[in-house]
């Protein structure tokens, strides 16, 4: 079945670093979606990539799509203490049973 | 509030005990999906529900069942508990078939099974 790796597991930043984590799959991925979960809180959809070397930007979040559309990468510039939480990618078999990779978890310090 | 509203919030029972949780979809989504998450662990995908019908499963114990109702709300049933199985349930729904636009994920249902 899919299976997606994420790296790495934890990133302690200072505030006002940057901050990138990578999802990698063995496959051609469809497409690749983005959530982020606050603690104690639940997952939100970030964003979805579809296109081969997509680049989307919300603000300080920075989202790219291999030309291989094998891995994919979220980096925020300058992190907040906002930011703080565990960022998954998702991965979907012919658009159903969505896998989740094992998330990164951001520790932002101030 | 993501639209997506799961009961009970909170949720204490016995090991060898039956459960149900119960998540009504964001107005308008036909797909429901449910999803485990152990503690400091990732997400793990239990069921997809399209419509009334199931549409896709993932690594779900015998002992889970779930299904959606004609209008639209979805119960997942948990039998004969086990310690192992204390953790948060989302369910998410989607206006597709498909996942292909994100989903909508509930606040979850925090199982603690003693």
């Known amino acids: 079945g899919q299976q997606v790796m994420q790296i790495p597991q934890y990133q302690h930043v200072q505030e006002g670093e940057d901050f990138t984590t990578y999802c990698n799959s063995s496959?051609?991925?469809?497409?690749i979606q983005w959530y982020k979960q606050r603690p104690g809180g639940h997952p939100v959809f970030l964003i979805q990539?579809?296109?081969?070397?997509e680049v989307k930007k919300q603000k300080r979040l920075t989202f790219q799509f291999g030309e291989a559309k094998k891995n994919s990468s979220l980096h925020i510039t300058a992190t907040q203490t906002t930011d703080v939480g565990t960022y998954f990618c998702?991965?979907?078999?012919?658009?159903?049973?969505?896998?989740f990779g094992a998330g990164t978890r951001l520790f932002v310090k101030a | 509030d993501s639209g997506v509203t799961q009961t009970p919030k909170h949720l204490i029972t016995a090991t060898g005990q039956r459960v149900t949780l119960r998540c009504s979809p964001r107005?308008?989504?036909?797909?429901v999906y449910w999803y485990q998450q152990s503690l400091d662990q990732g997400l793990q995908f239990l069921i997809q529900?399209?419509?009334?019908?199931?549409?896709a499963k993932g690594n779900i114990l015998e002992r889970f069942s779930a299904q959606q109702f004609p209008d639209l709300h979805s119960e997942l049933n948990l039998s004969s508990l086990e310690l192992g199985d204390s953790a948060l349930y989302f369910c998410a729904s989607s206006v597709a078939n498909r996942g292909d636009y994100g989903y909508t994920f509930g606040s979850g249902t925090r199982l603690t099974v003693v």
């Open positions: 990539l579809v296109k081969s070397g």
């Open positions: 529900y399209y419509n009334g019908e199931e549409r």
């Open positions: 496959t051609t991925l469809s497409n």
């Open positions: 998702a991965v979907s078999e012919r658009g159903f049973k969505t896998i």
């Open positions: 107005s308008g989504d036909l797909s």
